[in-house]
């Protein structure tokens, strides 16, 4: 997964696109499980924009986003925010979630 600044998920938002920010820091265990996981979904969605952010570059930006914790999964359609999720719980339960929601 690509690594985004916050100028390209601005850019993202302003330009009314969908797509996937994954938001999380190098540290956190929990954080290297979710990548594993968005791997795998990042191969069985192709066509899906997805990106990934290290908050840590990147606090007040997870402010203004109304970040919690991390990891973060931000799904975005049309520009706007349309869910925020922290329990990745599964690969099957991630690609519900996201096709439902996108």
């Avoid at 009314?16 to 969605?45: D, F, H, N, W």
């Avoid at 840590?56 to 930006?61: K, T």
Wanted: contains cysteine; negative net charge.
């Amino acid at each position: 997964m690509q690594e985004w600044s916050q100028e390209e998920i601005e850019k993202l938002i302003k330009d009314r696109k969908s797509g996937l920010v994954y938001l999380y820091t190098p540290l956190c265990g929990t954080c290297q499980l979710a990548s594993k996981m968005l791997t795998v979904i990042e191969q069985l969605l192709p066509d899906q924009l997805m990106g990934k952010a290290d908050l840590n570059y990147m606090p007040e930006f997870a402010g203004i986003l109304g970040v919690e914790s991390v990891p973060c999964l931000i799904m975005i359609k049309d520009g706007n925010i349309q869910e925020k999720l922290y329990a990745f719980h599964s690969v099957p339960f991630l690609l519900d979630r996201i096709k439902s929601v996108l």
